[in-house]
């Protein structure tokens, strides 16, 4: 529907109705748009992929966000509508199975910084991947007791897992592999962050691996 630059939209943070958190908004000639999916400036082609399948093969209202440093997708609603499942948002959904998956991988690193690394480098990470939950606006990773959380907690045995979609987990992904190589200095911690995944049953695993080999992180990973 539209391509646009920065300069071009107003984006803002809105509480969602049904939900305790902020999400992102933007807002173009009077219309508004809920934020689907976000890419790096590398993906562009991904992010142009998107836009098309769900404009000229989905015949959804969407925007292709072009900046700076990234490009992201976002798909038309009514401020109404916003807590509804509409088909342009279950499309960014992530499904428990990753979320679990992602977790998984997130908390074996931490785990390993804190063992190999010591206390204080652990907590600098918490630190660290607190800075990506705010700057990308994960729901439910407002405080420092949430992040513990998340980081400690087996998502196996959450009661309830935190609502996050499809370009959440691909910026985790993406941040996670990055801050791995800073702190351990290369990639070689990959391996045994995936070793969790054999907590998952086995079609979990192959549902994952699916998801993840055909995600623009899975590069960093498999």
């Known amino acids: 529907m539209f391509i646009l630059k920065r300069q071009d939209v107003d984006i803002k943070m809105m509480r969602h109705p049904k939900k305790d958190q902020q999400i992102p908004v933007l807002s173009y000639q009077g219309q508004t748009f809920r934020l689907l999916s976000m890419f790096t400036s590398a993906q ?4 142009r992929a998107l836009w098309r399948d769900l404009t000229d093969n989905r015949g959804k209202a969407c925007v292709l966000l072009e900046e700076a440093d990234r490009f992201s997708v976002w798909g038309k ?5 916003t807590a509804d499942t509409t088909a342009s948002q279950r499309v960014a959904s992530a499904s ?3 979320i679990k998956a992602c977790l998984l991988i997130l908390q074996v690193l931490y785990m390993d910084v804190e ?8 907590k600098q990470f918490e630190t660290d ?11 439910q990773t407002n ?4 992040i513990k959380t998340l ?34 200095g290369n990639a ?5 962050a995936l070793e969790p995944l054999e907590d998952l049953a086995t079609s979990e695993q192959t549902q994952f691996r699916q998801w993840l080999q055909r995600s623009p992180a899975g590069k960093l990973w498999l």
Do not use: C, S
């Open 96 to 98: 428990e199975v990753n």
């Open 129 to 139: 991947i607190g800075q990506v939950f705010t700057e990308w606006h994960f729901p």
């Open 143 to 146: 405080t420092p007791q949430a």
């Open 115 to 122: 063992d190999l690394l010591g206390h204080k480098q652990a």
């Open 188 to 192: 070689n911690f990959v391996m045994r």
């Open 44 to 47: 562009e082609e991904d992010a």
């Open 77 to 81: 609603v009514r401020i109404d509508q």
């Open 151 to 184: 980081l400690t907690v087996d998502p196996l045995a959450m009661p309830q897992l935190p609502p996050w979609q499809d370009h959440h987990l691909q910026r985790l992904l993406e941040e996670t592999h990055r801050i791995g190589k800073d702190y351990f």
